[in-house]
């Protein structure tokens, strides 16, 4: 167990690290139609005739949301005012999951339904195991709770992964065709999808 934790850190802070060096690069790329965060936000929520959703500024770097109870998309001070490549497709791709939102989109439903869960049960898991391995001898009943819900944790990751790449996808997209930065200054993909065609 003690592996596998030590493996999703070095992966969480690998995947940080790439954001965060992305982010400076195209941080340095000037837009094509000079419009911040929050107006390409707007303007993408309107010409997708979302208007219920609101645009609000947060602390933090790189804690860019969109939150489908509150139906907010949340942009960091950086993104929010920034006039630059990084801001723009951070500020789209967070759009993409209020469009996704809007439009029903499945696993965006799944994955909504089991943060609430996971939100309370992921605290447990490593206890749950621990106490399994402890009374293994005697009944398998913790262990198998906690296995359980470690593969549901492992599940809801999977089930992330598209609901990214279609948020990317939806922002790529709009920001093809309203040309919002000169397409040989900057590499969608490379920002959004992590050079994923």
């Known amino acids: 167990m003690n592996t596998i934790g030590i493996i999703f850190v070095l992966v969480s802070a690998a995947v940080g690290s790439i954001l965060r060096s992305r982010f400076n690069t195209y941080a340095q790329t000037k837009l094509k139609s000079d419009w911040s965060g929050v107006e390409i936000a707007n303007k993408m929520l309107r010409e997708h005739g979302i208007d219920q959703v609101k645009i609000t500024c947060i602390h933090g770097h790189l804690t860019d949301h969109y939150n489908p109870l509150t139906q907010t998309v949340n942009l960091s001070n950086q993104v929010y005012h920034g006039r630059n490549a990084a801001a723009a497709a951070i500020a789209a791709h967070e759009c993409g999951h209020a469009v996704q939102h809007a439009r029903g989109y499945a696993f965006?439903?799944?994955r909504s339904t089991m943060v609430p869960v996971l939100s309370v049960t992921t605290r447990f898991i490593p206890w749950t195991i621990i106490v399994g391995?402890?009374?293994?001898?005697?009944?398998?009943?913790?262990?198998?709770?906690?296995?359980?819900?470690?593969?549901?944790?492992?599940?809801?990751?999977?089930?992330?992964?598209?609901?990214?790449?279609?948020?990317?996808s939806r922002a790529l997209a709009w920001m093809d065709n309203r040309g919002v930065v000169q397409a040989k200054n900057i590499k969608w993909r490379e920002m959004l999808c992590g050079g994923q065609p």
């Open 108 to 110: 965006l439903q799944l």
């Open 133 to 168: 391995i402890l009374l293994i001898n005697t009944t398998l009943i913790p262990l198998t709770v906690g296995i359980a819900l470690f593969a549901l944790t492992t599940l809801f990751s999977f089930i992330t992964l598209p609901v990214e790449f279609d948020a990317s």
